[in-house]
């Protein structure tokens, strides 16, 4: 029962007289039932929940922290607290496989709250920030005090990502005795609970040429604890197809949509005849759109030759947060642009997520029974501008607003109402 065992180690934050208001009279309304059959509906928005398939106006009914009913037409009469999401989008509370939040030790670490559960996202992954010196900085600090849902993917470099900075562009395995399976997987081994994986970057300027040999420690420490292995491509010294050969059904790629060099694309736009078969052996493609790897050019010809991602992943952090990520949401909202239906873009951020990696069954799903983990948004019409990380705009239609959050059964602000703290 990871969930619960974890759930002890949170701070346990109730929902504000503040955030009530902020929320306003109209979309929150608290009831004076003390005996009502739920604490919480969320009341006619159009619930799209692709991991039951369902796409169409329903009510969430939540009592204490897991999903009580899903249903058209609950009465309100029949719970305690109302959140009136009539116009607006309900999701899974999403999960995003590549965040950052070692705040304050990887130098692009931010806080996980504004960026995460305030955002929609009640499950995130910090993909690599920590290594075995530093993991257990990030499960005191932060792991068992945020109220985001931090799972972790810890860095075959001991160091972590404690190197790297706009001022120092020195990568973690550039010393390649810092890249110590010994230390990680008995790192792994005593935080079963909240690591999910190893990750290793491969980028030239954090591994040198010596990729492949980087990617086989991180291999023997995957293979040794039977968890996936997290690979950061692109720029690297290798070619990607020697890279690919040597992951495993299960095996995560991130960056996957980044444009040249050490991308999925040959130098005539074609999708490489290794990365079709490492899909079709297994490996998972994930965005990760972060500060240098998401070309909307890449992905415009990847989705034209019928190739999707996985999953999706934002890869927020300190340079990237104030553009050109923002937010999951907004990442999402890119792939809306280039064609993909609301449907799947959710089963990539909240359904697929919870399938890639080893988290506590409940997660990414509104079935009656799970953790009430709900996102709210709204699908804003008009004109927006998307720019990816080569500074490639987009003009797009619609956009994805977190409005408000569900985790466990309690409510939390959006990226327009702060996080009820303390
Ligand atoms: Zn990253």
Same mark, same amino acid.
């Given at each position: 029962?990871? #969930?619960?065992?974890?759930?002890?180690? +949170?701070?346990?934050?109730?929902?504000?007289?503040?955030?009530?208001?902020?929320?306003?009279?109209? +979309?929150l309304?608290?009831?004076?039932?003390?005996?009502?059959?739920?604490? +919480?509906?969320? !009341?006619?928005?159009?619930?799209v929940?692709?991991?039951?398939?369902?796409?169409?106006?329903?009510?969430?009914?939540?009592?204490?922290?897991?999903?009580?009913?899903?249903?058209?037409?609950?009465?309100?009469?029949?719970?305690?607290?109302?959140?009136?999401?009539?116009?607006?989008?309900?999701?899974?509370?999403?999960?995003?496989?590549?965040?950052?939040?070692?705040?304050?030790?990887?130098?692009?670490?931010?806080?996980?709250?504004p960026?995460?559960?305030?955002?929609?996202?009640?499950?995130a992954?910090?993909?690599?920030?920590?290594?075995a010196?530093?993991?257990?900085?990030?499960?005191? =600090?932060?792991? &068992?005090?945020?109220?985001?849902?931090? =799972?972790?993917?810890?860095?075959?470099?001991?160091?972590?990502?404690?190197?790297? /900075?706009?001022d120092n562009?020195?990568?973690?395995?550039?010393?390649?005795? =810092?890249?110590?399976?010994?230390?990680? #997987?008995?790192?792994?081994?005593?935080? !079963?609970? @909240?690591i999910?994986?190893?990750? @290793?970057?491969?980028? !030239? &300027?954090?591994?040198?040429? !010596?990729?492949?040999?980087?990617?086989?420690?991180?291999?023997?420490?995957?293979?040794?604890?039977?968890?996936?292995?997290?690979?950061?491509?692109?720029?690297?010294?290798?070619?990607?197809?020697?890279?690919?050969?040597?992951?495993?059904?299960?095996?995560?790629?991130?960056?996957?949509?980044?444009?040249?060099?050490?991308?999925?694309?040959?130098?005539?736009?074609?999708?490489?005849?290794?990365?079709?078969?490492?899909?079709?052996?297994?490996?998972?493609?994930?965005?990760?759109?972060?500060?240098?790897?998401?070309?909307?050019?890449?992905?415009?010809?990847?989705?034209?030759?019928?190739?999707?991602?996985?999953?999706?992943?934002?890869?927020?952090?300190?340079?990237?947060?104030?553009?050109?990520?923002?937010?999951?949401?907004?990442?999402?909202?890119?792939?809306?642009?280039?064609?993909?239906?609301?449907?799947?873009?959710?089963?990539?951020?909240?359904?697929?997520?919870?399938?890639?990696?080893?988290?506590?069954?409940?997660?990414?799903?509104?079935?009656?029974?799970?953790?009430?983990?709900?996102?709210?948004? /709204?699908?804003?019409?008009?004109?927006?501008?998307?720019?990816?990380?080569?500074?490639?705009?987009?003009?797009?239609?619609?956009?994805?607003?977190?409005?408000?959050?569900?985790?466990?059964?309690?409510? =939390?602000?959006?990226?327009?109402?702060?996080?009820?703290?303390?």
């Amino acid at each position: 029962m990871p #969930i619960r065992t974890r759930r002890t180690f +949170l701070r346990r934050t109730a929902v504000g007289s503040s955030l009530v208001c902020s929320l306003g009279a109209d +979309l929150l309304r608290a009831q004076t039932r003390p005996r009502a059959r739920y604490d +919480l509906l969320i !009341r006619g928005g159009r619930v799209v929940d692709p991991s039951q398939a369902i796409s169409a106006e329903r009510d969430v009914a939540i009592s204490g922290h897991t999903i009580a009913r899903l249903a058209p037409n609950i009465p309100e009469t029949e719970a305690r607290q109302v959140l009136d999401a009539r116009g607006r989008i309900v999701t899974p509370g999403l999960i995003d496989i590549h965040v950052h939040v070692y705040d304050g030790v990887a130098p692009l670490g931010i806080p996980a709250d504004p960026n995460c559960i305030a955002k929609g996202v009640t499950t995130a992954v910090d993909a690599g920030s920590a290594g075995a010196h530093t993991f257990p900085g990030l499960r005191k =600090y932060v792991i &068992n005090v945020v109220d985001t849902r931090v =799972y972790a993917l810890l860095n075959i470099s001991v160091v972590g990502q404690s190197t790297v /900075s706009l001022d120092n562009p020195h990568g973690e395995l550039l010393d390649l005795r =810092y890249a110590n399976p010994k230390l990680a #997987i008995r790192t792994i081994e005593r935080n !079963r609970d @909240v690591i999910l994986g190893v990750k @290793v970057r491969l980028t !030239r &300027n954090i591994a040198g040429d !010596r990729d492949l040999e980087a990617l086989k420690l991180a291999r023997e420490a995957s293979d040794a604890v039977q968890l996936p292995l997290m690979v950061h491509i692109g720029g690297t010294y290798s070619p990607l197809p020697l890279i690919l050969g040597m992951l495993k059904k299960g095996d995560v790629v991130t960056h996957s949509f980044r444009g040249a060099p050490g991308g999925i694309l040959d130098d005539r736009g074609r999708i490489l005849k290794e990365v079709r078969k490492a899909v079709a052996d297994g490996v998972h493609l994930d965005v990760g759109h972060g500060a240098g790897s998401f070309s909307f050019d890449t992905a415009e010809k990847a989705l034209a030759q019928e190739l999707l991602p996985g999953t999706i992943s934002s890869d927020v952090h300190q340079f990237n947060v104030n553009g050109p990520v923002f937010d999951l949401a907004t990442t999402l909202s890119k792939f809306l642009h280039l064609g993909m239906t609301l449907e799947q873009v959710v089963e990539r951020a909240a359904t697929n997520p919870a399938n890639t990696f080893g988290f506590p069954k409940g997660l990414g799903t509104l079935r009656e029974g799970a953790e009430a983990d709900v996102a709210v948004f /709204s699908l804003n019409q008009g004109r927006f501008e998307f720019v990816d990380s080569l500074r490639q705009k987009r003009v797009g239609t619609q956009k994805l607003v977190p409005v408000a959050t569900v985790k466990a059964g309690k409510i =939390y602000g959006s990226a327009s109402i702060p996080v009820v703290t303390g």
